[in-house]
């Protein structure tokens, strides 16, 4: 099994910064693509942004040039970098990996941590 752990969320105002982290343990072969999605009250889960274990990252419209994903392969961790965040920002946040174990590869998320943006 994979296990994501997520931290860094928070209450901040408008304008303000939060980093995502997201560590993922377990008898992980390889992960291939980690990314970020969230979810806010009564509306459905959507990609904030994704990264692969090679080539570009994507971004949904609403955050490119606030937010930025990165990874450390060495740790199998991933990160979310929110600046110039809205309160329109504002989800429970969860990281998603596809790892490896064996030769199966599988989907995996994490528990989500609370976003909230003060106008």
């Given at each position: 099994?994979?296990?994501?752990?997520?931290?860094?969320?928070?209450?901040?105002?408008a304008?303000?910064?939060?980093?995502?982290?997201?560590?993922?343990?377990?008898?992980?072969?390889?992960?291939?693509?980690?990314?970020?999605?969230?979810?806010?009250?009564?509306?459905?889960?959507?990609?904030?942004?994704?990264?692969?274990?090679?080539?570009?990252?994507?971004?949904?419209?609403?955050?490119?040039?606030?937010?930025?994903?990165?990874?450390?392969?060495?740790?199998?961790?991933?990160?979310?970098?929110?600046?110039?965040?809205?309160?329109?920002?504002?989800?429970?946040?969860?990281?998603?990996?596809?790892?490896?174990?064996?030769?199966?590869?599988?989907?995996?998320w994490g528990?989500?941590?609370?976003?909230?943006?003060?106008?």
């Amino acid at each position: 099994q994979v296990q994501l752990v997520e931290s860094g969320g928070g209450l901040v105002q408008a304008g303000g910064s939060l980093r995502l982290s997201c560590a993922a343990s377990g008898s992980i072969s390889s992960i291939n693509a980690m990314g970020w999605y969230r979810q806010a009250p009564g509306k459905q889960r959507e990609l904030v942004a994704a990264i692969p274990s090679g080539g570009s990252t994507n971004y949904a419209d609403s955050v490119k040039g606030r937010f930025t994903i990165s990874r450390d392969n060495a740790k199998n961790t991933v990160y979310l970098q929110m600046n110039s965040l809205k309160p329109e920002d504002t989800a429970v946040y969860y990281c998603h990996a596809k790892a490896v174990i064996g030769i199966v590869q599988s989907g995996y998320w994490g528990q989500g941590t609370q976003v909230t943006v003060s106008s």
